[in-house]
């Protein structure tokens, strides 16, 4: 079922609610003014492998766009969570941390991750992709490539 | 002409060296040093536990009575033992260099590894789940990691396993489980006895082929060194021992079963509930073994056991149904067990 805002795409949900970081499948959603809550994109989620474990850095923790606000293990791989923009760590998903399967179940919702007060919001946000039909065609263009590429099922 | 693989042979190494040397790699392929692949033995035996997880999964008495150190590595996986009967393997290279899609870029870490082991006559293969088998029974053990800018993938040629002790190290306090994990290890992880050095040329050629790289021997760069100083150091401190911060269960959490992964899809578990004690062996889904202790079941917790062996996971509550009570608080105790926490 189709919420307001959101489409499934290939059988992967799409909010359009939000902006995307195209190189980290992190998505942001701006809440109060210079404030946003950060997530992963279902794709980005598939394509990791079964979630197992999600940690964070420590509330406070200071965030430079494209340097890691935690680490994520899928198939004994340890890698970072990738952080889309900069600024300092308000909040952290403890839910997730204790159940990793919350963020592929429920990605856009109670499987965020972190929230984060923004330090350079006019310099970062303009980099993601805001519009819907930019973000729809960013998403079903990725889709494409990650079956010709046999990294998720056809 | 072709960019260089720098080759590594560590040769044996201490419990402590054998991992911190390879994790400095990680911090010099970050910083600029070429695609690395290198090997090292243990000189003695050790215990390691993936970065994510519980220190509590290991059985720090029996470690210490048995003079086993205990360390934390920088990639996934859970607890293992290691000894001089394994060569690890660790294959380095710059993220850029890789598939961002993290389940592709393992199948390009781990396929020159099949090729090498079927170079020296072992017919692996690499199963979906991303594991190195012979048939159903695992042959290599590996984890993977991000240091930096760099991706690593270590793994292992087990000429001899001590399925005895890879069981003991891991804390179970449940003794049917212990036996049920020693059994489905046996069953189910098998060493590969070839020749060392043959196994070790074989992957050099197979690594340097499939990555498009020129082999050439090396030696560690200057801050490779110093990152190795600074790794003994972080890696022997309980600190970091200890592992990243968890939030603890939420209140009124359920209790969860201790669960021990032996390979993709086969486990064990054992869990209380209401003093119905459970200790189950899954293979695919479907209970192998198990072993019921409670009062209450007259004398049919024989019957029960037969009823539940063979059944899939998701089945039991159905079965145990018919077992009254203590069915009830069996089948209560089988459903803290998730394969997903795996």
Known sequence: MEQAGHLVVAGFPLALDRRYHVGTHMW??????????????????ETSGTLAEL??????????????????????FVGPLVSPVSGIVLAVNDAAAIDAGLTARDPYGAGWLIEVSLSDAAGELP??????????????????DYR????IAQ | MAEPLRVIDFGCASPLRSQTLWHAIGYGVSAGAPATLSFTRPAAPYVCIGYHRGIEEVDHDYCRANGLPVFRRMVGGGPVYLDAGQLFFQVCLPARALPAARWQALSVLLEPAVTAFRVVGVPADLADDLEICVGDRKICGHGAGQIEDAVVLCGNLIERFDHERASRVLAMADPDQRDQTLALMRRFVAATPVDPVLFQASMISAYAEALGLAAVPGELTGTERSAVAELDERFASAGWLLGPDRPAPAAGAGPCARQVKVRAGVWTFAATCDGAKVAASVVRGTVEQVRLRAGGLNGSTLGAERALTGVPLRSVAQVLAGFGDPGRRFAAAFATADPGRL
């Open chain 1, 127 to 144: 980099a993601l992709l805001a519009d819907p039909d930019e973000i729809t065609t960013w998403f079903v263009a990725k889709i494409a």
């Open chain 1, 28 to 45: 942001v959603l701006l809440s109060e003014p210079g404030q946003a809550r950060i997530g992963m994109d279902p794709l980005g989620i």
């Open chain 1, 55 to 76: 940690s964070f850095v420590p509330v406070g923790t200071e965030l430079i766009a494209g340097r890691p606000f935690g680490q994520l293990e899928a198939a004994k």
């Open chain 1, 148 to 151: 010709r590429m046999g990294v």
